[in-house]
């Protein structure tokens, strides 16, 4: 392909902010920056990587797109959960498992795998001791 060198600065130079604006839309909507590279008009991958990595407004704008496309990514999920159907036990599990995971990663602190891990911790844990005492005993000495 014409421009699309491994090259840092290859794939037709700087990103344009048009360019950006399309990258950062496509990433929201889920797409990897390779999927991005590859269509028409857009700068290498390597040339995205570049521009992500020494741009620290860059880096934070991608960032933000990468956390809407997990938004997109659990609509997604949802919409796909709502097409799995019947009464059999792996489809229920499967919709219960999804609808699990999806609420510990919304709400880690309440449904996270260590929210319950802490609590069962903390009721099974022994009090700690109150106080320790040691006695250092000298070998010369003969204990009465």
């Known amino acids: 392909m014409v421009g699309k060198t491994d090259e840092p600065d290859g794939g ?21 920056l390779r999927d991005i590279a590859r269509q028409p008009g857009m700068p290498a991958w390597p040339v995205l990587r570049h521009h992500v990595r020494r741009s620290g407004g860059a880096a934070a704008s991608y960032a933000r797109a990468r956390m809407l496309a997990a938004e997109a990514f659990e609509d997604r999920l949802l919409k796909e959960l709502e097409t799995v159907r019947g009464d059999d036990t792996a ?6 498992d999804t609808l699990k995971w999806l609420m510990s990663k919304r709400a880690p602190s309440r449904y996270g795998d260590k929210a319950g891990a802490d609590a069962q911790a903390t009721a099974t844990r022994p009090a700690p001791p109150g106080v320790i005492r040691r006695v250092i005993v000298d070998p010369g000495q003969e204990i009465s």
Do not use: D, F, K
């Open 12 to 32: 037709g130079g700087p990103v344009s902010p048009e360019q950006w604006r399309q990258v950062l839309s496509l990433t929201e909507e889920g797409q990897s």
């Open 91 to 96: 489809a229920l599990r499967l919709r219960i």
